[in-house]
T-cell receptor
Framework: EPEVTQTPSHQVTQMGQEVILRCVPI?????FYWYRQILGQKVEFLVS????????KSEIFDDQFSVERPDGSNFTLKIRSTKLEDSAMYFCASSDDRDILNEQFFGPGTRLTVL | GDSVTQMEGPVTLSEEAFLTINCTYT??????LFWYVQYPGEGLQLLLK?????DKGSNKGFEATYRKETTSFHLEKGSVQVSDSAVYFC??????????FGSGTKLNVKP
């Protein structure tokens, strides 16, 4: 069964460093998403991406964040200068349609730890 | 704004016990409601969903009914198994296709 994959599973970085979190969505999907979950808190929407551009973003997704689909298979989330409060689990998701009835398929997540 | 509140865990049950995990929501319009499950080391998997009031979602023995009058979508299972041990997330998707998740409830089932 096709699945969304994410690498790495755990990333440790120093405050101020740049990190890139990678996701490989399901191959025929067209809509891509990033969510994050700070430990013990809710899963929060960050951004959605379609047709090589951001379609929606939350107030969390500030200028420190960017997304890219560099090669037609990967979907990346870049944090330019990490802060302690960026420590969280980051989930990637994809869907084949934006329709409200369609399911989003989630990856296993990348745990980011900022020291 | 739209939001989901679910009971805090962890919930610890013995095998074959009855499970209820409460979930309530706040939303404008007519959201769709979901339960996702996350097994250790894996991603979020859709467990069940309901798209309109009074719909019942069911899968793998789990059920949840979309109750508009009480704005609830409680997850139930009549007889849990050790293999049901996981974290369960209640979520809604609003008319603008945005997802809002609860904070998750960890279920531990002991043999």
């Amino acid at each position: 069964e096709p699945e969304v994959t994410q690498t790495p599973s755990h990333q440790v970085t120093q405050m101020g460093q740049e990190v890139i979190l990678r996701c490989v969505p399901i191959s025929n999907h067209l809509y891509f998403y990033w969510y994050r979950q700070i430990l013990g808190q809710k899963v929060e929407f960050l951004v959605s991406f379609y047709n090589n551009e951001i379609s929606e973003k939350s107030e969390i997704f500030d200028d420190q964040f960017s997304v890219e689909r560099p090669d037609g298979s990967n979907f990346t989330l870049k944090i330019r200068s990490t802060k302690l409060e960026d420590s969280a689990m980051y989930f990637c998701a994809s869907s084949d349609d934006r329709d409200i009835l369609n399911e989003q398929f989630f990856g296993p997540g990348t745990r980011l730890t900022v020291l | 704004g739209d939001s989901v509140t679910q009971m805090e865990g962890p919930v610890t049950l013995s095998e074959e016990a009855f499970l209820t995990i409460n979930c309530t929501y706040t939303a404008t319009g007519y959201p769709s409601l979901f339960w996702y499950v996350q097994y250790p080391g894996e991603g979020l998997q859709l467990l069940l969903k309901a798209t309109k009031a009074d719909d019942k979602g069911s899968n793998k023995g789990f059920e949840a009914t979309y109750r508009k009058e009480t704005t609830s979508f409680h997850l139930e299972k009549g007889s849990v198994q050790v293999s049901d041990s996981a974290v369960y997330f209640c979520a809604l998707r609003n008319n603008f296709n945005k997802f809002y998740f609860g904070s998750g409830t960890k279920l531990n089932v002991k043999p």
